[in-house]
């Protein structure tokens, strides 16, 4: 096997997932993978070594929210995380396999490999986790592609490594030419620009863990932290709309009418629209839902896509008697309807936390109408992780792609606004647990 080149690519291509600013690595980072053309069994093998390695690398911060917030045994949590790295190396298998049938017309590989990836976030439920243009968080030559899509940008990513590898290989330094071309383009790319009505968003965010969030002796205390920041956050900077994150209070709607009340009370209190992640109960069952507070009237929206083992089980005969993350351990029912809140002639779509993973579901928010999206999540299940920091670079592609505002608010975990051209909007204010988003 060819140990070097296996771990060089590793090396080169997960870096800047944890350090962002080395995204240029991944320039080069399967050009080693490009020189290794084995036998047909061989070339598996490889692949999937290198797939698991790969992945299981990226995918070990689950680890936390399934053993220690979800009390799954750890080697229960070690078998779960297992088996999705190992379903993630089979793409790589597949990626190697062409390597292999084209490593004569090599330029026909990175065609292949961006249909893997996209392919590999719809199919089943998808898993749109670390798809390779999210390397390019800090990169200004190639973010602007996004606008066309941001798998635009592995395609071009793979294109620039197989030039190189040519340059390289048949030792045609003008193949370096093109690399050069697609950094430029990507560059001068035409900014997007969008017009929205003036909008003051205050978000609050009172950063609860995850383990304290459904304590019952802590249950009023955290709504009522809530409740009274939010009264006083409005009446000293006036905002058209307060954001709470995805549920961030202990309430069940619909379970208990006193519950219901607290909520509605404020509104009737603080007369500024309220949006909120909040758990609801049904007549069909449990939802995890976007909830817009505005004057009497009540608007919702319920999560479409679901987190697989988080929200429901996939595979109930196998899995039931290992996996208990739901509430009362059942399985959250996912929406069919997109919602897009009409806040004083803005609209505002609000997906929740992992949503923000599939470009073509944002996709639809903004064909519905959607100028702002409000991403409301809770980092409180992989806190002492680099996840949180990593999802909220998904929000910068979904607002290029979009040319839309993104912001995302979060429990225990980074608030940030993105502009159409993912450039961060810094808050006109911020303070302890509260950020003041003003847009003109």
Partial sequence: MPVFSVALSLILLLLPFFVPSLFFLEFVGFVPLFFINRNFGAQVLIGAVFGFLYQIILVS?????????????????????GILAFYLAAWWVIFFISIKLFHNKIYIVPIIGVVLEAARDHIFTGVPLFDLYLTQFQDKFLLGYAHFSSYLITFLLLLINVFIYIA?????????????????????????????????????????????????????????????QTKILVKRFHPNLVVWPEAAVPIVWNEYQE??????????????????????????????????????DIYR????????????????????KIVDLTQNGEDLKSGNKIT???????????????????????????????????????????????????FTRLLRFRAVENSIYFLRASNDGPTRLFDPNGTIVKPKISGTHYFIFDLQ
Wanted: charged share 20%; glycine share 6%; proline share 6%.
């Fill in 61 to 81: 911060f689950l680890y936390e929210p399934i053993h220690v917030h979800a009390g799954i045994s750890s080697v229960y949590a070690i078998a779960l995380i």
């Fill in 168 to 228: 390289i290989a048949k030792k045609k330094p003008a193949f370096a030419m093109p690399v050069i071309a697609i950094l430029l383009i990507g560059y001068f790319l035409p900014a997007n620009h969008l017009k929205i009505s003036p909008i003051k968003i205050l978000v609050i965010s009172e950063d609860i863990a995850q383990d304290k969030r459904w304590d019952p002796d802590l249950y009023y205390t955290i709504i009522n932290r809530y409740i009274k």
């Fill in 301 to 320: 929206y319920d999560k479409i896509h679901l987190v697989p083992f988080g929200e429901y089980l996939p595979i109930k005969s196998i899995f039931d």
């Fill in 259 to 296: 519950d219901n009340d607290l909520l509605t009370n404020l509104e009737d209190d603080i007369k500024i629209p309220l949006l909120t992640g909040l758990l609801s109960f049904s007549s069909y069952g449990y939802t995890n839902s976007a909830f817009l507070f505005k004057g009497t």
């Fill in 340 to 390: 897009v809140f009409n806040v004083g002639g803005t609209k505002i779509a609000a997906p929740i936390c992992y949503e923000t993973m599939f470009p073509f579901l944002i996709k639809r928010f903004k064909q519905a109408g959607a100028t702002i999206a409000v991403n409301i999540t809770n980092d409180g299940w992989f806190s002492h992780t680099f996840a949180p920091k990593f």
